[in-house]
């Protein structure tokens, strides 16, 4: 009778067993490279967060909104005043019209915004063009869209967009292209050229261009962020994401926002109602109140170029041969000096000897092309990169 009884269990368990949708995923790098950097005391390098505060304003923002009672669900698509700071932004930087009404969502983070469209526009065998490296949650957005990932290089060595290649990768099953400028974990800048040399590719096609800008206020060196709100042929195809998180030091808070036209915000809500509905009602009041000060983002590339110059002045006394860094809290490096470890050793090796966390770049192509390049992160208190700066000029 038992041994029927435990037969019947383990029939059903194998019955139910998990066909995994992700059966190649494992946990994020960046998960265990923090986990690692804890648990060896390191200076972490390695996951893109600053170490320091955001503006106290802002925290004071929330709890003034919370004692306000603004602690229910908010309209579905966002408060009106954060979507309305949101197109004010989008018209003043990019010289585009979104309506805060129709057109801008809030989401909870780049993440879920990126998730929620490719579930929106993709369907089962779309093809889907990202270009590699990239960050990693794009392809397990595509498979679990059903779709097929299509993988362009980046050309090696400078990062930058090899147009030709885009153009072959193109067929009749082409959905959807995702473009990320500033880079993570390069960071490229895409140049005007660059966006009309895609806006040429995509005119004559019905392709989708999700563009993640979440980098948007991190531009060094007098550039421009080229958005694809700024190009009418991108930004009639175009979700533009950005987030919260990146622009004011907050990236635990998990808010974002889209800005697509109407039609294309239509089918991104029917989605979003049923994945998150909505997002963290006193949040969306703080930030809304806050972005009525223009200052603090278009301060925010000052701050980081500021931080940038001071690694790599630091770095400059090392053996790690520098990469440009044009955008993004990230700086590469080349450690082919030091030793001839793979990147994933190097960086294991770096957090436990070392006591400095770094991402290998490996870790955005999903074959793992090797080419002894890995990613810092510099949004940390200038105690925190001198620390590693020290540890890093020793080897
Ligand atoms: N896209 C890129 C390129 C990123 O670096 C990040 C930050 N991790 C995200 C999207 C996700 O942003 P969020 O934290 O707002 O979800
Ligand atoms: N975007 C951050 C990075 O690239 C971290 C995001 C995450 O932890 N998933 O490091």
């Keep these: 009778m038992k041994t029927q009884f435990i037969r019947d269990s383990f029939a059903i368990m194998s019955k139910l067993a998990l066909q995994s949708k992700l059966p190649t995923v494992g946990t994020t790098i960046f998960s265990v490279m923090s986990a690692l950097a804890a648990e060896h005391d390191a200076v972490n390098l390695g996951q893109g967060f600053p170490d320091f505060e955001c503006s106290p304003k802002l925290v004071n923002a929330v709890t003034e909104a919370m004692r306000q009672g603004h602690n229910q669900y908010p309209?579905?698509?966002?408060?009106?005043?954060?979507?309305e700071q949101v197109a004010a932004?989008?018209?003043?930087?990019?010289g585009r019209q979104y309506s805060a009404t129709s057109e801008i969502s809030i989401t909870a983070g780049a993440t879920q915004a990126i998730l929620t469209t490719i579930l929106a526009v993709v369907h089962n065998a779309d093809e889907v063009i990202v270009l590699e490296p990239c960050y990693d949650s794009y392809g397990p957005n595509i498979e679990l869209a059903g779709g097929a990932t299509v993988r362009v290089p980046l050309t090696p060595g400078t990062f930058r967009p090899d147009f030709q290649k885009i153009s072959a990768a193109i067929t009749a099953k082409t959905r959807a292209i995702?473009?990320?400028?500033p880079h993570n974990p390069s960071g490229t800048v895409w140049t005007a050229e660059d966006m009309q040399a895609l806006e040429k590719i995509l005119l004559p096609t019905s392709i989708i261009l999700i563009s993640d800008e979440v980098y948007e206020h991190m531009v060094f060196d007098q550039q421009l962020h080229q958005s694809a709100s700024r190009f009418a042929g991108l930004a009639e195809r175009a979700f533009v994401v950005s987030s919260f998180g990146k622009t004011y030091h907050v990236t635990g808070w998990?808010?974002?926002?889209?800005?697509?036209?109407?039609?294309l915000t239509h089918e991104f809500r029917k989605v979003h109602q049923f994945n998150v509905f909505t997002v963290n009602t006193p949040v969306q009041h703080a930030l809304a109140a806050y972005m009525a000060d223009p200052q603090p983002y278009l301060s925010l590339s000052d701050f980081?170029?500021?931080k940038r110059d001071f690694f790599r002045a630091g770095l400059a006394q090392s053996r790690f041969k520098l990469l440009p860094c044009e955008g993004s809290y990230f700086q590469c490096v080349d450690t082919s000096a030091i030793n001839d470890f793979s990147e994933a050793e190097f960086c294991r090796w770096l957090t436990t000897e070392v006591g400095v966390a770094a991402i290998p770049l490996s870790a955005f192509y999903t074959a793992?092309?090797?080419?002894?390049?890995?990613?810092?992160?510099?949004?940390?208190?200038?105690?925190?990169?001198?620390?590693?700066l020290i540890r890093l000029c020793q080897l």
Excluded: H, W
């Design 89 to 94: 932004k989008l018209l003043a930087l990019y």
């Design 304 to 306: 980081y170029q500021q």
């Design 178 to 181: 995702i473009i990320n400028s």
């Design 75 to 83: 309209p579905m698509a966002g408060i009106p005043a954060l979507r």
């Design 254 to 263: 998990k808010v974002g926002y889209v800005a697509a036209p109407a039609e």
């Design 368 to 388: 793992g092309f090797d080419q002894q390049v890995i990613r810092f992160c510099f949004a940390k208190k200038t105690e925190t990169l001198e620390k590693a």
